[in-house]
C-alpha cells in the first residue's frame, strides 16, 4: 500500500525548533518530488516546501524561507522539514504530499498525502 | 488572500449539478499552468480529484470534472451525493513566485 505518515509534530515556544519527518511505503521514494503543505486551524491549505526527487531542486513559500530546511534521505525513504525561528502563525497541521517523478511537471498534482502531524507554537 | 479565487461556498441538493469556479491571472491560470483540484474531509488529509485540469485518477466518480479557460478552471460535481459534503481547494503554479504551488482558499460544498 502506498503510505506516507508524518511525525515530529508537538509544542514548540517562539523561537523555537521543531523537526518533522514523513516516512514513505509502498512506492519507489526516490523517484518522486515531496511538498510538505500545513494548514492552520480552520484556515485552507497553504504549500511549504518542494524538493526533486534527487534533492536538485528545492524551493520554499515566502513565508518560511531563511527559517525552514527541506531534505530528504532516499535511503531511509523519508523527507524531513527542519523548522527553526517558529512563530505563532506557524502553528498547522503539516502534511506530506508525493508530487510527480518529473522537474517542473506541472500536470501531476499531489496524488498521495499523509494524515498531518500538528506543530502548536506558544508560550 | 490566495491568489487563487474561490467562492467560499457552494450548495445543491441531492443528484444536481454544481460548479465550483477557481479564478487566477495571467501569471499562474493563464500563463499556461494546471490546475488541480483536491477534496478534504474536516479532519481528514486532502485527496487528489482532478489533475492537470482534465484528469480523474483512477477511483474517482466520472460524477467530477474538471475544465479551465483563461484565467480560470472550474470543478463541476454532477448527481451531488451526501458523501460529496466537504472542503474542495484549487491548486496551480505562479511564475510570479518562480512557478511555486499556490492554493486556493477553499470552497466548502454542502449537500441540501
Known amino acids: 500500500e502506498v503510505q506516507l505518515v508524518e511525525s515530529g509534530g508537538g509544542l514548540a515556544q517562539p523561537g523555537g525548533s521543531l523537526r518533522l519527518s514523513c516516512a514513505a511505503s509502498g512506492f519507489n521514494f526516490s523517484n518522486y518530488g515531496m511538498n510538505w503543505v500545513r494548514q492552520a486551524p480552520g484556515e485552507g491549505l497553504e504549500w511549504v516546501s518542494y524538493?526533486?526527487?534527487?534533492?536538485?531542486?528545492?524551493d520554499y513559500a515566502l513565508s518560511v524561507k531563511g527559517r525552514f530546511t527541506i531534505s530528504r534521505d532516499n535511503v531511509k525513504n523519508s523527507l524531513y522539514l527542519q523548522m527553526h525561528s517558529l512563530r505563532d502563525e506557524d502553528t498547522a497541521v503539516y502534511y506530506c504530499?508525493?508530487?510527480?517523478?518529473?522537474?517542473?511537471?506541472?500536470?501531476?498534482?499531489?496524488?498521495?498525502w499523509g494524515p498531518g502531524t500538528t506543530v502548536t507554537v506558544s508560550s | 488572500q490566495s491568489v487563487l479565487t474561490q467562492p467560499p461556498s457552494v450548495s445543491g441538493a441531492p443528484g444536481q449539478r454544481v460548479t465550483i469556479s477557481c479564478t487566477g491571472s495571467s501569471s499562474n491560470i493563464g500563463k499556461g499552468f494546471d490546475v488541480h483540484w483536491y477534496r478534504q474531509v474536516p479532519g481528514t488529509a486532502p485527496k487528489l480529484l482532478i489533475h492537470g485540469n482534465i484528469n480523474r485518477p483512477s477511483g474517482v466518480p466520472d460524477r467530477f470534472s474538471g475544465s479551465k479557460s483563461g484565467t480560470s478552471a472550474s470543478l463541476a460535481i454532477t448527481g451531488l451525493q451526501a458523501e460529496d459534503e466537504g472542503h474542495y481547494y484549487c491548486q496551480s503554479y505562479d511564475s510570479r513566485l518562480s512557478g511555486s504551488v499556490v492554493f486556493g482558499g477553499g470552497t466548502k460544498v454542502t449537500v441540501l
Open positions: 504530499a508525493r508530487d510527480s517523478p518529473l522537474d517542473f511537471d506541472w500536470s501531476f498534482g499531489m496524488d498521495v
Open positions: 524538493i526533486s526527487s534527487a534533492g536538485i531542486t528545492i
